[in-house]
């Protein structure tokens, strides 16, 4: 077996991000599949991560304006804009061709300020008609839109709900959500107000939304959707991939820097998702990539048997 580099650490990640779009997407109902998603689908994490895994699977265009056609108006563009500057070249590019679709296709005005002038068109394939039923357990922070309205508390509380009664604070919320810290703590503060969400008087304070009251309404079953990060797992993946092809021709111990250099920036993803990764310490040199390799292995591994 050849020795690994950061270019093919990269792609095996990517090759595993790709199952995980199709089965999260087919948790939003938006395509059959045969292992649809339970754990909550980040709806603006998945929408910029199939724009950026776009050339890896051709067909994810075709399902992206279907999308735009039937759920456009349960995207937050707030927070789309938000999370864009995190991801890709490529996504961000290609997120213009995705709000001129929203706009046009799913009329929703609310993305004119994104549309990219010359927008592309359907590409090969039958045309989709776009889905109309968002009932899953997987699609708990759009049912939450639906219902409450886009915006940030529909979004905290589906946060919550996916914390499986855990207590987290205003801190681990805003770090979850990509909203601002001083808008989490007063949407915080309206859904205590409100008897949505349950204060703790911790240090610091710390919120949980009880389930018991909330199963009744939304009705998500004995093994309720959890909520991954998932959208810090697709920032690191980005991140591994611009920084392989930067150095796609050069020696392995400059690839091991570049690929410390990402780790490091983007431990969370792991630790927050209970991946365990060892430090960009633990080998030296170019035999760091043999470290990392193993630990993107297990991160593949993990999102395919309990992730999604």
């Not at 075709?62 to 108006?73: P, T």
């Not at 995207?75 to 929203?102: M, T, W």
Request: hydrophobic fraction near 50%; include cysteine; aromatic fraction near 8%.
């Amino acid at each position: 077996m050849s020795a690994p580099t950061l270019p093919s650490i990269a792609a095996g990640l990517r090759a595993a991000l790709v199952e995980v779009l199709w089965a999260q997407w087919g948790g939003l109902e938006a395509w059959p599949t045969g292992k649809p998603a339970r754990s909550v689908v980040d709806p603006e994490a998945l929408v910029l991560a199939s724009l950026w895994l776009e050339p890896e699977e051709a067909r994810l265009w075709r399902l992206l304006r279907v999308w735009a056609a039937g759920g456009a108006r349960y995207l937050s563009v707030q927070r789309i804009k938000n999370l864009a500057p995190h991801y890709p070249a490529a996504a961000r590019a290609r997120l213009g061709d995705f709000a001129r679709e929203c706009l046009t296709r799913g009329k929703d005005a609310r993305w004119k300020p994104l549309v990219r002038v010359a927008a592309r068109g359907a590409g090969a394939g039958k045309e989709l008609e776009p889905a109309t039923r968002i009932t899953t357990p997987a699609a708990l922070v759009l049912r939450l839109r639906i219902g409450l309205g886009v915006g940030i508390k529909a979004d905290v509380l589906a946060y919550l709900l996916g914390s499986a009664g855990a207590r987290r604070t205003g801190r681990d919320v805003a770090l979850a959500t990509s909203y601002a810290r001083r808008a989490t703590d007063r949407a915080l503060e309206e859904l205590v107000m409100a008897g949505f969400v349950t204060a703790l008087a911790t240090s610091p304070v710390s919120y949980r939304a009880p389930e018991d009251r909330w199963e009744p309404l939304l009705e998500l079953g004995k093994d309720p959707p959890y909520w991954w990060h998932w959208d810090l797992l697709y920032r690191f993946a980005g991140a591994l991939g611009e920084a392989a092809e930067e150095v796609r021709e050069a020696s392995p111990f400059l690839q091991a820097s570049r690929a410390r250099d990402v780790m490091a920036a983007h431990y969370a993803a792991f630790d927050l998702n209970a991946v365990p990764a060892r430090e960009v310490t633990a080998a030296p040199g170019e035999a760091y990539l043999a470290v990392l390799a193993a630990d993107v292995e297990e991160l593949g591994r993990r999102m395919r048997r309990n992730m999604i």
